[in-house]
């Protein structure tokens, strides 16, 4: 049924930049070696499941428009048909990677004995795909957030049965992501805050959360799994007020409850803007705190002011980005996973194709943009040279506790000292990147 699906559509592969093929990258050579590693193994492709092969096209003002074979796969027989319309997609697109929840893969079962014996059915089906094309699993996550039962949040439900419920999956997608060799485990808490202060305790809910991350971090450690785990911040939607705003909100949880040294982030450019921030924010807040893991990578329509999924398109943002995780030394366990979706009206099997082979076009572009930022030194240069005069021997002391507020006093009334103002230089940094990108 889904073998044809794709039917016609080439294997994407290098061509160059002055190619006129349609069905062909033009910047994304995966064996182009850059910073002395090649482009596959900087960038970690990974396609998500969600939005590609479950999501139906509508919005809140319409319904579906996209008609699949596999619609509506609430059998197992449909679910593996979606299987291999996705692995056909990664091979197609030579993408070492992929993502998924477990309710898009599996069928909704009657219940959680169910639904885990669904899992483990496509789990083993997964198994035998990804041995045949060689696709990974970048990373596994359990929805607890699309079925009714969540509509108070997860770990932070008022229900004790339903933050039961919710850490019993959390344990058998784990499970699963630990069979499947998942190279992270990925915690999205999609309703984990609240819609008012009415009907919500806050300091209860801090403390269901702190103990199921704690529970998810044991359990890691007692079935050796070696991936990363990841929280992934976002400040609203679908919930008004969300606990895992953004990186600096997450790390003050992590410290709260113990899990700093623990747990990573999974960084997304479009939850980024909903907090206020640019991607290279987030991204760069995380390296300074300890805490990157892995990216998102996907845009938001700046004049809807929501989260849209749309697909990378803008050069300039992704180097900056990239030039940042590159200065923290790349991805280790992390990669690029795509968590974009097409437009509704965009309803052809092609169109699915297309929008992940431009997508990835840009990121080739943005990256090897970054990676000249970071060869060339220049902003690297200049952000050192500004910060230069902490390194004098009194500036050392007053960072490292040496001297108090009245020593500083006494010294700046002393010697008489006057400081004038310098340059930040923003536009010609500003400039600088230009040449790159």
């Not at 294997?11 to 069905?23: A, H, L, M, V």
């Not at 803008?314 to 030394?329: D, F």
């Not at 431009?358 to 990256?367: K, N, P, Q, S, Y």
């Amino acid at each position: 049924m889904t073998q044809c699906y794709f039917q016609n559509i080439p294997d994407i592969t290098y061509e160059g930049p002055n190619s006129t093929n349609t069905f062909a990258y033009r910047h994304y050579d995966p064996s182009e070696v850059v910073m002395g590693k090649t482009m596959a193994e900087h960038l970690r492709l990974a396609v998500c499941y969600w939005h590609n092969f479950v999501w139906p096209g509508n919005d809140p003002f319409g319904g579906q428009t996209f008609e699949r074979p596999w619609f509506p796969a609430d059998s197992m027989e449909l679910a593996k048909a979606k299987a291999d319309a996705a692995f056909d997609m990664f091979r197609i697109l030579n993408v070492p990677y992929f993502c998924f929840h477990d309710a898009d893969v599996r069928p909704e079962g009657q219940s959680f004995a169910e639904n885990t014996r669904n899992l483990n059915e496509i789990a083993d089906y997964f198994a035998d795909k990804m041995e045949e094309t060689g696709t990974k699993l970048l990373w596994g996550t359990a929805n607890l957030f699309s079925h009714r039962r969540y509509m108070g949040g997860a770990a932070s439900n008022p229900d004790p049965d339903v933050f039961a419920f919710g850490a019993a999956t959390v344990k058998t997608c784990m499970d699963v992501t630990h069979r499947l060799n998942g190279e992270n485990y990925v915690l999205w808490g999609g309703r984990e805050g609240y819609e008012t202060l009415l009907n919500t305790d806050l300091r209860h809910e801090d403390q269901q959360l702190g103990r199921f991350m704690n529970m998810v971090v044991e359990y890691k450690h007692k079935i050796g799994f070696k991936g990363a785990l990841l929280i992934e911040p976002k400040p609203q939607e679908p919930t008004k007020h969300q606990y895992d705003y953004d990186v600096a909100t997450v790390y003050g949880f992590l410290k709260r409850h113990g899990l700093e040294n623990e747990i990573k982030l999974n960084l997304e450019q479009g939850h980024a803007i909903l907090a206020g921030h640019s991607f290279e924010h987030e991204i760069a807040m995380a390296q300074s705190l300890g805490l990157f893991g892995s990216i998102d990578m996907n845009r938001n329509d700046y004049q809807s002011g929501w989260d849209t999924d749309q697909f990378p398109n803008n050069v300039p943002e992704v180097a900056l980005a990239y030039y940042y995780i590159l200065q923290g030394g790349g991805f280790s366990t992390g990669g690029t996973n795509f968590d974009a979706k097409l437009r509704r009206q965009s309803i052809d099997p092609e169109d699915l194709i297309l929008a992940h082979a431009g997508a990835i076009d840009v990121c080739a572009r943005g990256f090897k943009a970054a990676a000249k930022m970071i060869e060339d030194g220049t902003m690297a240069d200049f952000v050192t040279d500004r910060y230069a005069g902490w390194q004098g021997e009194t500036a050392a002391k007053m960072l490292n506790g040496e001297m108090d507020l009245d020593q500083i006093a006494q010294m700046v009334e002393t010697t008489d000292l006057r400081p004038e103002p310098k340059s930040g230089k923003q536009e010609y940094l500003e400039n600088v990147i230009n040449r790159f990108v």
